[in-house]
Structure formats: structure tokens, C-alpha cells
């Protein structure tokens, strides 16, 4: 079973899209969906939850990407196929238990000697922390804002992908 966030994804790259923000895959994950968190510490939580999912869950025919978005100019999720690897400049948070790499960190988002999940937790909280606290998911005309009907629209096409539809 394919985790939501990839389905996320998917779904924003069938719709001509690159990638999506932290405070936006929160956001879409929470349930109901676009709610907010009360604490920073619970938020934080869920942040390192959601990377680990990424590092742990992503399929081996993938990996994903972190990087600064040059739209958006904020770092964004990406999925790629395993077929091509990022950089050997990206830090590469490893699955602990088979050291195995799916999620890549673009190098003026996390350094290389800091390659792991509370440390990416830390900056990503740093650039978005206010946003997912305040429940402004989506990113707009330069701002966090609160979902759109468009994201509620990409959020719900999502929740639609069927577990055996063709992967990236």
C-alpha cells in the first residue's frame, strides 16, 4: 500500500506539478484534512514521523528528492526513479535497519555531516514551522495560506490512486 504523502505526490505530477512543501503534506495528512496541531511538540513530531515514512515507505523503484524549489523558492518533495540517482552532493538519509537510500537532501537544505532525520526535522521546522502551526498549508503569491479548493481538489484526486495504479 502506497503511503498518502506518495500519493500526493503522484498525483500533484500528474497535473503538470514538480513537487510539494513540508507544511502542505502535513497539512494533507492530518485528518480531518488541513486541521491544526495544537503544541509545537506534537507538530514536530509529526514532522519527523512524516520523514521517516518518506526514508522507510518510499517503493524501491523511486526515491525522493528535497530540494529548493526554483518556483516557490522553498524546498519541496519530489519524487524520481530509482533509475537515476541525485548528486553525490545530497545528503543521503539511509533506512536504518538495511542502510538503503531513498530520500535525498539537496545540499543548501542539509549539509552532508548532518544526515538525519531529527537534524532535517530541525531546519525544515526552522523555514516552515510557523506555517504548519498556524495551518497556512499551501503556498501562494509568495505566502503559506490555507488550502485552496484547488489543493482540496489535488488532496481528494490523491485519495483516489489506487494502490495497483502504474507508479512513477
Not at 505526490?9 to 480531518?32: D, E, S, V, W
Not at 514521523?49 to 522553498?74: G, M, V, W
Not at 549539509?111 to 498549508?137: M, T, V, Y
Request: hydrophobic content about 35%; charged content about 20%.
Amino acid at each position: 500500500m502506497f503511503p498518502f504523502w506518495l500519493k500526493l505526490l503522484r498525483a500533484h505530477n500528474k497535473n503538470g506539478g514538480y513537487g510539494l512543501t513540508l507544511p502542505f503534506l502535513i497539512g494533507a495528512t492530518q485528518i480531518p484534512v488541513g486541521s491544526v496541531v495544537a503544541g509545537n511538540d506534537k507538530n514536530i513530531a509529526g514532522v519527523k514521523q512524516l520523514l521517516a515514512s518518506i526514508r522507510d515507505e518510499t517503493p524501491d523503484t523511486s526515491y525522493i528528492s528535497l530540494t529548493i524549489c526554483d518556483r516557490l523558492h522553498q524546498p519541496v518533495f519530489a519524487e524520481g526513479s530509482s533509475y537515476y540517482k541525485p548528486s553525490d552532493l545530497y545528503a543521503r538519509i539511509s533506512k536504518l535497519e538495511s542502510k538503503e537510500c531513498f530520500l535525498y537532501v539537496a545540499p543548501n537544505i542539509l549539509p552532508q555531516d548532518k544526515k538525519n532525520i531529527e537534524n532535517l526535522a530541525e531546519e525544515l521546522w526552522r523555514l516552515n514551522g510557523e506555517a504548519i502551526s498556524k495551518g497556512a498549508f499551501s503556498f501562494s503569491n509568495g505566502v503559506f495560506t490555507k488550502y485552496s479548493d484547488k489543493d482540496f481538489s489535488l488532496i481528494t484526486s490523491a485519495s483516489q490512486i489506487n494502490d495497483n495504479d502504474e507508479e512513477a
